[in-house]
């Protein structure tokens, strides 16, 4: 899909295609789409990621809460978006044994009773051992270095997903 493309869609079309670059925000696709025409990818990552610096701390914490645990309940009960599927499935989340599983549920916890958000990273640049250690360092970081550090994660995803789609052939359904 080319940005002429883009720039094209109407509202709902914009909304439908864009809506998870950010995992469960559909919102910020919707705020986006008032800043057409865009120049090319790079622009539009740029509105995206301006919307999330704009926000106060409770709604960046928010995005960040949006996310579901990497290799999580949602992982089990096959309720991940398709988009957070693919990317646990590359970085080996979908194949873990039960220790493991078992280890990154109980970090899983322990970020969370520690931060309040879960913990996020950009899973497609990551494998299963990268996220233990990841995971079991960041639990140790200052809470405000913390935030900056999860929300640099959404924004890895976002451009992830936004190139994904842009590359993608608009003939495709
Ligand atoms: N918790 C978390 O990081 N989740 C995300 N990471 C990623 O790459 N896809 C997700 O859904």
């Keep these: 899909m080319d940005i ?8 709902g079309e914009f909304v439908d295609v864009f809506g998870n670059v950010i995992e469960r925000c559909p919102l910020i696709a919707a705020a986006v789409w008032s800043q057409r025409p865009f120049s090319d990818l790079e622009d539009l990552k740029k509105h995206f990621f301006a919307f999330i610096d704009a926000l106060p701390q409770s709604g960046q914490e928010g995005i960040l809460r949006c996310h579901p645990d990497l290799a ?13 599927q ?3 499935s590359a970085a080996g989340l979908t194949s873990l044994g039960a220790d493991e599983r078992l ?19 950009a899973a497609r640049f990551s494998d299963r051992a ?6 079991a360092r960041r639990l140790l970081c200052p809470s405000a270095q913390e935030l900056r550090t999860a929300l640099g994660e959404v924004k890895k ?17």
């Excluded at 002429?4 to 509202?11: A, P």
């Excluded at 280890?103 to 990273?121: C, D, I, K, S």
């Excluded at 990268?130 to 995971?135: C, G, M, Q």
């Design 72 to 84: 999580g309940s949602e992982l089990r009960r096959g309720t991940l978006t398709a988009e957070s």
């Design 103 to 121: 280890r990154l549920a109980e970090l899983n916890a322990q970020y969370r009773a520690r931060f309040g958000f879960p913990f996020v990273l």
């Design 4 to 11: 002429e493309k883009v720039n094209s869609m109407d509202f």
């Design 86 to 88: 693919r990317e646990q």
């Design 157 to 173: 995803i976002g451009s992830l997903r936004l190139a994904d789609l842009l590359r993608a052939d608009p003939a495709k359904p």
């Design 130 to 135: 990268a996220v233990s250690r990841e995971l």
